[in-house]
């Protein structure tokens, strides 16, 4: 029997269309001047990596490393099926050497720089706003908005620098060879060039691109549509006590040059005292002093930002959290498990992680007519647990 269909089933709201590379398995970039702090705290969460138990160990390269994304859900998960095999969702970061004045035209190690952060789809601007006499910085003084202009603009001029030739080689072919097939995109580029070369803005910026410019910038995957979100590294007593003279410059140049974006303080420092303790040591420091590590928001914002959800399978043997990108449809999530599990789709059970806990038990859940069993145009959402049925494919019929 065809499962019933979840309400609204058939007219589920379209999910706005999503700049950047289609996957899950994408990747966020630590960008910043040279003695920031991007490889201290880079060093951290991989450090707060090899401590999580039972994971992967997974160092793709010196500079790159899968972080587990904190999740009191999946712990509540484990400890309560108890399983035999734990995998969370992780979140993939990458060191990227400091950018410096200049780097768009190859300064310090500019191109092999852009390079790296062309092959990330999310970023994490860090600045710095500690002063340290042993810790020289690039610029000679410390002002991190000044910073936060140096890095948007060099990623600016990056674009500029690959938009023009773009629209050079369309215009030969679509004005002056009069391909009409290509002309809309001469016309969509042209836009975007007068965005960020004339405007000097990010792609970013411009929340109201439609389906048609969206698809244009997904084939060229510009350094400035990327999501940015800003770290902001305090000495620790800053960040303790929460003040710092640079917080709210740099609150009020973020709101008018990438609004919406969002600014995380965080200590280095602090993150890498923490981490020598053990964990009763830690929260006997964080206790006394008032405070807490700003590690697992960052790391949660970072994935949320690469527009990654996950949902739960869950039972004796294993407890998984599977990545998707936000708007995924049953079917399509049900393929993450296992090519067969789409292709056969019948219908996907799901459960909200919030009725498990309450009611205590799957069948405590199903009692109180919570347990849904939903068709294949159902939008998966973060924190379901689901179970798919299915037919497998091309399998000999029973006589």
Known sequence: MAPKKGKGDDDAPKPPPLIGRFGTTLKIGIVGLPNVGKSTFFNVLTKSQAAAENFPFCTIDPNESRVPIPDERYDFLCQFHKPASKISAFL????????VKGAHAGQGLGNAFLSHINACDGIFHMTRAFEDEDI???EGTVDPVRDMEIIHEELR???EEMIIPIIDKLEKTAIRGGD???????????????????EKKHVRYYHDWNDKEIEVLNKYLLLTSKPMIYLINLSEKDYIRKKNKWLVKIKEWVDSHDPGALVIPFSGGLESHLQDKSEEERQKYCTEHKTQSALPK??????????????????????????IRKGTKAPQAAGKIHTDFEKGF???????????????????????GKYRQQGRNYIVEDGDIIFFKFNTPNAPKKK
């Open 136 to 138: 020289i910085h690039v």
């Open 180 to 198: 009409k097939k290509l002309k809309p995109e001469y016309d969509i580029m042209c836009k975007i060039k007068s965005w960020v070369v004339d």
């Open 157 to 159: 001029l990056k674009d």
């Open 92 to 99: 993939n970061v990458v060191d990227i050497a400091g950018l």
């Open 346 to 368: 019948i219908m996907a059970e799901v459960m909200k992680f919030q009725d498990f806990k309450e009611e205590g038990s799957e069948s405590a859940v199903k009692a109180a």
């Open 298 to 323: 960052i790391i949660k914002v970072g994935y949320a930002a690469l527009q990654l959800e996950y949902f739960f399978t869950a039972g004796p043997d294993e407890v998984r959290a599977w990545t």
